[in-house]
């Protein structure tokens, strides 16, 4: 299955999608559906692939795991050590509701000083409560930004981290659609 998986992957990131059952049956040399159909059940199984709720496929531990080689101090110096202390997936790590978590780009500066820059992907989590304090996917009076959920007396409003923006007290409607579980940068 290591063939299988190491072609599916290719496929996920040259494409960014998943391949259909039939895209994976030419992959995999098969002519028949229904022969994809059952290496995707192993895959399944063994956690490579998973499934969302309408039954589209997902990459699962597609991407295999990574090793946990130490720790690096971000104070003073000290002796570099190098030991596995462990080996994680990348997915399980920053996303463990894969159903209701979703991907968004930044755009924009409001967010600077709690680390999230413009061009970020934000890694965001649908909830059924939110808190004061979190960073959150909101919609105000019909627009959508990403801002800290802050609540003064009974009255809940968005504060930016950036103090050249002012905080956003809602006119009609605010409504919290997600909480932002991470961010990711490349360099």
Known sequence: MDAAREKIAHFYKTKKRMPSYAEIADLLGYKTKSAAAYAVR??????VLTKDATGRLLPGK??????????VEAGFPSPAEEELLDVMSLDDYLVPN???????KVKGE?????????GDMVIVERRQTYKPGQIVIASVD???TIKYLRKERNL???????????PIYPK???????????????Y
């Open 98 to 104: 894969k159903e209701s978590t979703y991907i968004l």
């Open 42 to 47: 192993r895959l399944l199984s063994d956690g």
């Open 156 to 166: 809940y409003y968005l504060e930016p981290a950036n103090s050249a923006f002012k």
């Open 110 to 118: 409001s967010m600077i000083d709690a680390g999230i820059q413009e």
């Open 142 to 144: 019909g627009e959508y």
């Open 62 to 71: 597609l991407l295999g795991d990574l090793k946990v080689l130490g720790l």
């Open 172 to 186: 009609e409607r605010l409504m919290i659609e997600a909480v932002v579980i991470g961010v990711v940068r490349k």
